[in-house]
């Protein structure tokens, strides 16, 4: 386009030259078509590098949004992905509830079981204490007729504890020999305990802290022998198996009340007669119970 704009002016100046126009208009016309063609020239260069800033320009945008849309693709796999993973989320999550449900109610069931084994273990320990008290109360009825000072029935730790004072039973200082009124009280004793042939006796014979008038014994050698006078006496005069008793002296080390009075005195020097049943009975009946479904 340059070239043939070039070769126009020049055939435009021979033109004029041809027709009598002066050199110096000529080349002033020359060089004033030169300069146009400069300004042209460079126009047409910043045209082309315009062109080519913009198509760069373009390139770059096409570019940015490739990336985009790379990027968004990226964005969209990962949702799917997070949608496929609540769901399983959420697919696990009632799964585990439904387990933990089952768990749950597994262990209220176990629950409800060892309850209800407490609650019978608890009924069978009721009874048994039931049982003793109203054993007991047989036994206070059948010797209210000797006096109220001379003996006492009690419950203890779920035990029968039948203490019998020294005057009830021996005369002072005599550890082989039980009195008439001893008889008695041994008799109804001896009575009562083949009606419950459960009950187990453990015979215990106890003194004051004053000095045994007997030589050659201490409070211990005392007290066993009043014991096992006391068992010999139910085992051989009142028939009372030899496997449910067992006779042992604590001396002076258990008193019942303080020594420091005569009173106080009178009630330590006793025989107590401890009643209970085999613990192994109850024991195998609570794993019995533990064992239930």
């Known amino acids: 386009m340059q070239y043939i704009y070039f070769c126009s002016a020049l055939l435009m100046l021979g033109f004029l030259s041809s027709c009598g126009v002066s050199n110096k208009k000529v080349l002033a016309m020359q060089q004033s078509f030169k300069t146009e063609i400069g ?30 849309l790379a990027t968004q693709d990226k964005y969209l796999q990962r949702l799917d992905e997070l949608e496929e993973e609540l769901d399983k989320a959420q697919n696990q999550a009632l799964s585990n509830q439904t387990s933990l449900g089952d768990a749950l109610k597994s262990k209220n069931d176990q629950i409800s079981t060892l309850e209800n084994q407490l ?8 009874q048994q204490q039931e049982e003793i008290q109203q054993i007991a109360k047989v036994f206070q009825d059948s010797l209210a007729k000797f006096p109220v000072a001379q003996y006492s029935v009690e419950v203890k730790n779920g035990q029968i504890v039948v203490a ?19 008889q008695a009280v041994l008799k109804i004793i001896g009575g009562l305990l083949n009606v419950q042939p459960r009950l187990l006796v453990q015979v215990l014979g106890h003194t004051d802290n004053q000095a045994v008038s007997r030589k ?16 010999r006496t139910l085992v051989d005069a009142h028939e009372l198996s030899p ?5 042992a002296g604590r001396g002076e080390f258990d008193p019942a009340s303080s020594n420091e009075t005569s009173v106080g ?24 119970l533990a064992e239930r479904k």
């Open 119 to 126: 609650a019978a273990i608890r009924d069978a320990m009721k």
């Open 243 to 247: 496997n449910r008793v067992l006779a």
């Open 164 to 182: 019998l004072v020294e005057s009830l039973l021996f005369k002072s200082g005599v550890v082989n020999r039980i009195e008439p009124t001893g």
């Open 39 to 68: 300004t042209l020239n460079e126009q047409l260069h910043n045209s082309r590098d315009e062109i080519t800033r913009m198509q760069l320009q373009i390139a770059e945008r096409k570019g940015e949004n490739n990336a985009l």
């Open 265 to 288: 005195q009178s009630r330590n020097r006793r025989v107590e007669l401890i009643l209970f049943f085999p613990p192994e009975v109850l024991q195998r009946k609570i794993a019995q």
């Open 216 to 231: 050659n014994q201490d409070s211990w050698d005392f007290t066993s022998l009043r014991a096992a006078t006391v068992v």
